[in-house]
């Protein structure tokens, strides 16, 4: 049996708790052994013991050694995989200010995966594959990739959860059972500005815009929940979402580690090579497939309308401008 190492900050975090069984429960790896770094700040790195245990006690015969710490420069030698949950949320108050957006995050978050980044760069395997949950995801993502420098690995940010929301609602107005919604794409940031794009959605084989055909619910129903679902889950609970978040990075984890159905496409931010003309190095939501070989692709045969363009072109023109409120981290 192969052994794949994997290091999940934020460990102790809400969405953590969630996902690190999944890591470990033979499904999301297949039958490999996992090994586990799990890394917090120092202040919480002790509460870590708690969640060992519970590991422990859970009886996963896939699981390997386990290990939890607050060096990240230790956690990442030998990675394969890198899950980058550790950030603050949104709906909590920080230094005496509630953080009420994302572009709140930039500051307080960025700077975390610019160590990140260099450690992973430095020590993390070859084809190493990490995915920045942690917001304001995409520019973390950005932040950590230029740091790493090292263009055998493929930094992602996650926009998984974006897309199964849509589906979820796409399912809920035509009927149809979610796993008969394929090609469901996110386009742009995981920010309110991302364009959930129903029309090359496939739906019980049919595309979406043939079987929905009514644009004023698409503009003023289906994007706007999907755009701001992360925010009425925060005012419902209290706290961003942290089940559902965890479910979307298992299912990125499987998407990039199984090739993608002929035909289908998984939605993650990845570096655009210019790809659908998105200024290149930005971390953007794309349509992508896992070939044969393992290697992770931008799906390019997809047509935009003009409406679903003008959509994108505002989540680029974000992105581009959080690059550049960021250019200090980016040395
Ligand atoms: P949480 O506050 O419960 O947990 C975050 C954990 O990260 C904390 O335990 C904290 O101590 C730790 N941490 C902070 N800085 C760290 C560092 N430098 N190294 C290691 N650990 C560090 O938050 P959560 O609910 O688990 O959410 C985590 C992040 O994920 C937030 O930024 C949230 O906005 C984001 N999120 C993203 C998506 C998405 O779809 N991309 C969805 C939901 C939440
Ligand atoms: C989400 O989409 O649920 C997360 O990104 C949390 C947030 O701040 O919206």
């Known amino acids: ?6 290091v999940v900050t ?14 470990v429960d033979g499904k999301t790896f297949g039958d490999k052994t996992v090994d586990l770094c799990l890394v917090e700040i120092p202040q919480v ?15 996963f015969p896939n699981m390997g050694e386990v290990s939890y710490t607050s060096n990240f420069e230790e956690a990442s030698v030998n990675g394969d995989w890198f899950l980058l949950v550790g950030s603050i949320p949104r709906g909590i108050v920080y230094n005496g200010k509630k953080i009420e957006e994302r572009s709140d995050l930039l ?13 992973i760069g430095k020590n993390g395997n070859d084809n190493a594959k990490v995915l920045v949950v942690g917001n304001p995801a ?29 589906k979820s609602i796409l399912s809920k107005k035509t009927n149809k059972n979610i796993s008969e919604i394929t090609n469901m794409i996110i386009w742009g940031n995981h920010s309110p500005t991302m364009y959930p794009d129903s029309e090359n959605a496939f739906i019980s084989g049919q595309r979406g815009s043939d079987l929905i055909n009514d644009m004023e619910w698409i503009e003023s129903d289906f994007l706007p929940s999907v755009q701001q679902r992360g925010k009425a889950v925060i005012n419902a609970r209290g706290a961003s979402s942290a089940t559902s978040a965890a479910k979307a990075a298992i299912d990125t984890v499987i998407a990039c580690e199984t090739p993608t159905d002929h035909g289908d496409c998984f939605s993650a931010a990845i570096a655009s090579d210019g790809a659908y003309d998105v200024p290149e190095g930005l971390i953007c939501g794309y349509p ?22 003008s959509k994108f072109q505002i989540s680029i023109d974000e992105l581009v401008s959080e690059r550049d409120a960021v250019k200090h981290l980016m040395q």
């Open 288 to 309: 992508l497939m896992t070939l044969e070989d393992g290697s992770i692709e931008i799906k390019r045969d997809l047509s935009l309308s003009e409406f679903a363009l």
């Open 138 to 166: 995409n520019t973390n993502a950005l932040i950590g990739k230029n740091a790493a420098n090292n263009n055998s690995q493929t930094w992602m940010a996650m926009t998984m959860l974006d897309s199964n929301r849509a």
């Open 107 to 119: 500051s307080i978050n960025g700077g975390i995966f610019v160590d990140q980044g260099k450690a």
């Open 10 to 23: 934020g460990a102790a975090g809400q969405i953590a708790y969630s996902l690190i069984p999944r890591l």
């Open 45 to 59: 790195v002790d509460k870590l013991k708690g969640l060992v245990m519970e590991l422990e006690d859970s009886y």
């Open 1 to 6: 049996m192969s052994t794949i190492k994997v």
